[in-house]
């Protein structure tokens, strides 16, 4: 059963960057697709980045350009950087094998000034 866990989330300034890792235990991430997802306060869970067991990526809208999702196989351990942060990047985020219907704990991002 795998489990994950999200780190590196904090408080930040708009136009920040921060690196979010996820380490992963009891499967291979490197065989898996592997997705970011975030809560925002109030808000559904949605969708931002998924890497794919080839290493192709692919993004929502919303965070294409500045976010890169990434992979250390050796790790077993998925990021997520994130530059250029905007308030309303605010959120809890979460990294999760796609239609996987239990979470870890997240890590919590906030951007404000």
């Known amino acids: 059963q795998v489990q994950f866990v999200e780190s590196g989330g904090g408080l930040v300034q708009p136009g920040g960057s921060l690196r979010l890792s996820c380490a992963a235990s009891?499967?291979?991430?490197?065989?898996?697709?592997v997705g970011w997802y975030r809560q925002a306060p109030g808000k559904q869970r949605e969708f931002l980045a998924f890497?794919?067991?080839?290493?192709?990526?692919n993004y929502a809208d919303s965070v294409k350009g500045r976010f890169t999702i990434s992979r250390d196989n050796a790790k077993n351990t998925v990021y997520l950087q994130m530059n250029s942060l905007k308030p309303e990047d605010t959120g809890v985020y979460y990294c999760?094998?796609?239609?996987?219907?239990?979470w870890g704990q997240g890590t919590q991002v906030t951007v404000s000034s």
């Open positions: 890497i794919y067991s080839t290493g192709l990526t």
């Open positions: 009891g499967s291979m991430i490197s065989r898996y697709t």
């Open positions: 999760n094998y796609p239609g996987k219907t239990d």
